[in-house]
């Protein structure tokens, strides 16, 4: 027997040992290109800049984080950051259920094809093209002063609605998935018991989809807290942590305190997942 179809055979008897080895080089990049580049940010953030000459300073400091949590305006980008988020979610998951509904249990198989496709097309647009057209919109002489008579202008408002459409497809996907996997028998069973359709959607529809909105809400969630582009473009004066980030980075050149203000939508997130965990919500997935 040659050495390769010894190995082979080998392997074919050690079913742990063989998926251990297909997996070796996803988990090694997992752990080098992610894990190690977030182990160099909490890293980067005891660190602190020479004020005189701009130079990273590797002694290990806390006062990123003092002047993070002590000065106010941080609180408040904090506090609007992740009270973006959740609107954003909130706001993907009302849009998102009713439409998912539809494809699930009112559209043939044919027309839900053709409707996940219209789902996914915005996805494949330019962010750029999509946040400036929203912006467009929400101009003075827009669409929406166009079809309302008036604006909300650029702030936290245009803000969430612009982040809704953005991330509207991340929520409605899920929904979908987990509303098709619902049996009719259940919904009609409810019915058949006197159950009303309200009390059918709350006690038998919602329950059983809520891990799919889980789902849904960490992306849209996720991919608020970190974004800083769509502010820039239709956010006005405020900022959020990314805004922060993006400028420590660039005009301050302050890449410890970037580091810093980065690690708090990771440990918010943490946080969420934790919590998420906890609702045994990510085991029904």
Do not use: H
Not at 3 to 15: I, M, V
Not at 105 to 128: D, E, G, H, N
Request: glycine share 8%; hydrophobic share 55%.
């Amino acid at each position: 027997m040659s050495l390769a179809a010894g190995a082979s055979s080998f392997l074919y008897r050690k079913p742990k040992l063989r998926l251990g080895l297909l997996l070796s080089a996803p988990l090694l990049w997992l752990g080098l290109a992610y894990l190690g580049a977030l182990a160099a940010l909490f890293v980067t953030a005891f660190w602190s800049t020479d004020s005189f000459t701009g130079q990273v300073v590797t002694s290990w400091s806390v006062d990123n984080f003092r002047s993070l949590f002590t000065e106010d305006v941080y609180r408040t980008i904090t506090l609007r950051t992740v009270g973006i988020a959740a609107l954003v979610t909130v706001v993907d998951a009302v849009i998102a259920f009713p439409m998912a509904f539809a494809m699930a249990k009112f559209c043939s198989p044919r027309a839900q094809r053709i409707l996940v496709i219209a789902v996914m097309t915005p996805l494949w647009a330019s962010y750029l093209v999509k946040a400036y057209s929203w912006r467009v919109m929400l101009s003075g002489n827009g669409l929406w002063a166009w079809l309302l008579g008036a604006t909300p202008g650029y702030g936290v408002p245009a803000t969430v609605i612009t982040l809704s459409y953005l991330w509207l497809p991340y929520m409605i996907l899920p929904i979908y998935a987990g509303l098709d996997r619902l049996p009719d028998s259940l919904v009609d069973a409810a019915g058949d018991l006197g159950a009303r359709p309200w009390r059918t959607f709350t006690s038998v529809v919602l329950p059983l989809t809520f891990p799919a909105i889980v789902a849904g809400s960490i992306f849209t969630f996720s991919l608020s807290l970190g974004d800083y582009i769509t502010v820039k473009i239709v956010g006005g004066a405020s900022q959020m942590l990314g805004n922060v980030v993006y400028d420590n980075i660039g005009a301050a050149n302050n890449l410890p305190f970037a580091a810093t203000v980065a690690t708090v939508p990771v440990v918010i997130m943490l946080g969420y997942l934790a919590a998420v965990r906890r609702t045994g919500a990510l085991e029904n997935l």
